[in-house]
Nanobody, 114 residues
Framework: VQLQASGGGLVQPGGSLRLSCDASGSIFSISTWGWYRQAPGKQRELVATISVAAGTNYANSVKGRFTISRVIASNTVYLQMNSLKSEDTAVYFC?????????WGKGTLVTVSS
């Protein structure tokens, strides 16, 4: 499975960004799609996941501000990020789980700063 994330950039506090992740390769039987992030000096953390079995799941820190969605026809998962805060600054990684194996894309940097 190959994952290509895009959409990161510089945004002011309170602004919005939408991240996209396109999957290719052996995408059949992917059970979970998700976004994780890693801020400087911190561990990678879950942001949001989406699956048929469990629906959507969000970190408490982004609930009500971020929305994860998936377009099945294009094998793309999105992360709509609204009301961005400086603490959202991080490298965001796309993730899928297929047959119990985690696959990761290269990250895309999101910087929230005035």
């Amino acid at each position: 499975v190959q994952l290509q994330a895009s959409g990161g950039g510089l945004v002011q506090p309170g602004g919005s960004l939408r991240l996209s992740c396109d999957a290719s390769g052996s995408i059949f039987s992917i059970s979970t799609w998700g976004w994780y992030r890693q801020a400087p000096g911190k561990q990678r953390e879950l942001v949001a996941t989406i699956s048929v079995a469990a629906g959507t799941n969000y970190a408490n820190s982004v609930k009500g501000r971020f929305t994860i969605s998936r377009v099945i026809a294009s094998n793309t998962v999105y992360l709509q990020m609204n009301s961005l805060k400086s603490e959202d600054t991080a490298v965001y990684f796309c993730n899928v789980v297929r047959h119990g194996v985690n696959y990761w894309g290269k990250g895309t940097l999101v910087t929230v700063s005035s």
